[in-house]
């Protein structure tokens, strides 16, 4: 996978997108109480699409318990995000880097989902994000 695309083309694809999440008025209230150094969560999320699209192996995390405990998530606020997303891919001219990247980021977005939803309402999973 390493030449799907380049390491610029993920840190554009990673900046471009949260520099669209930074003016949305959905997003950016939830994403700048909770990121307290924008420049580390940047850096953590292009090693995160590195791995995810070129098969660095960069990333080290776990994203799962800290979008868990998230307050007041629900599925507009995921779809939104996957919005601006693939608004952010549709600019993209690698056209193997967007299709890989709009294929798995709506698996990702209903991973984190139903992970929110099982660590706090464990009653009803949800279903699909449905656009």
């Known amino acids: 996978m390493p030449d799907l695309c380049t390491e610029e083309e993920v840190r554009y694809l990673v900046h471009t997108f949260y520099a669209k999440v930074h003016e949305d008025a959905d997003l950016a209230p939830i994403f700048n ?3 307290k150094d924008w420049d580390a969560h940047l850096a953590k999320m292009v090693d995160f699409w ?49 299709e890989r990247a709009d294929m798995l980021a709506p698996r990702i977005a209903e991973s984190l989902w139903y992970g929110y939803q099982m660590y706090n309402d464990p009653a009803n999973l949800p279903g699909r994000l449905e656009p």
Do not use: I
């Open 50 to 98: 590195s791995s995810t699209l070129r098969g660095t192996a960069r990333y080290r995390g776990t994203p799962m318990p800290k979008h868990a405990q998230l307050p007041k998530l629900n599925p507009d606020l995921f779809k939104r995000w996957l919005e601006l997303f693939h608004r952010t891919t549709h600019t993209l001219d690698n056209a193997r880097m967007r």
């Open 33 to 35: 109480a909770h990121v």
